[in-house]
């Protein structure tokens, strides 16, 4: 797909996915080929570094990798405590996974936009989108996965008539009941809708910045090669930033709504 010939087709060609199913119309039953397999490829291998790392510990001399790691979840494991009242086993581990897991799936983001594409053309495959959080697919995915866990800890804790209390009295009281469970309702959906969103509609943005920046670089301006250049580098050090506070907000927020959860029903 050439940039000089048409920009358009090139920006639609960079947002194409890998599908099989009802893709043209984008149904339910169409399945992301290239979002599955970049971010189950990343979840393999975060397990695989953990299990390395977990295997070759060194208490007196560490590695890098087992710096990095220790690092990470010294901090996750610093906000859990921050944040969630009591203790819950699940939490730490979900919030270190949901912040690793998220960080590498924008961190392909920092791949130039035409390597992956290309390499997918030369083995034959035309439409390829390296960069899983860029569909709302996956962000919403995950955003339903925690507030499935946000409805089950909410039942667990404060039981199935506690959790209908809450939408019935909370937050104006018993006499406004009507109010309340519209209101509360809306709290309640807002959480996924939010996480998914703000996730999605980041990264959406980063990705469509770098393929303006390529656009510009493929599309005859080679004399201003080197403005182009620096203001690739300076977005994709910006990004970097983005990527980490995007995870970073991901975990944060699941830690939050998870605590909600567990916070007994106050009489």
Not at 177 to 185: E, K, L
């Amino acid at each position: 797909m050439s940039a000089e010939s048409n920009p358009v087709e090139y920006i639609n060609h960079h947002l194409t996915n890998l599908c099989i199913g009802q893709c043209e119309s984008m149904g339910f039953w169409s399945l992301k080929l290239d979002t599955l397999f970049i971010s189950l490829g990343l979840a393999a291998l975060l397990v695989y570094a953990s299990y390395r790392v977990g295997r070759h510990l060194h208490l007196s001399e560490p590695g890098g990798m087992q710096n990095v790691l220790e690092a990470v979840v010294e901090f996750v494991d610093q906000q859990v405590k921050d944040i969630f009242p009591g203790r819950n086993p699940l939490v730490g581990p979900l919030a270190i996974t949901v912040f690793l897991w998220v960080f590498l799936m924008n961190a392909m983001d920092l791949i130039p936009v035409d390597l992956l594409p290309k390499l997918a053309e030369v083995m034959g495959i035309h439409g390829f989108k390296a960069v899983p959080t860029t569909e709302i697919d996956t962000t919403f995915a995950l955003a339903l996965t925690v507030f499935a866990l946000i409805i089950y800890y909410n039942v667990k804790i404060k039981g199935p008539l506690g959790y209908i209390k809450q939408f019935l009295f909370h937050p104006f009281g018993k006499y406004l009941v009507p109010i309340n469970i519209i209101m509360t309702t809306i709290e309640e959906v807002a959480k996924p809708v939010s996480l998914g969103l703000r996730l999605f509609g980041n990264m959406f943005a980063g990705e469509l910045v770098f393929l303006l920046i390529a656009l510009l670089s493929l599309a005859g301006f080679g004399a201003a090669w080197l403005p182009q250049v620096i203001l690739g580098t300076l977005w994709a050090i910006f990004h970097i930033l983005v990527i980490t506070i995007q995870a970073f907000i991901f975990m944060l927020l699941t830690i939050v709504y998870l605590a909600m959860a567990h916070t007994e029903e106050e009489h």
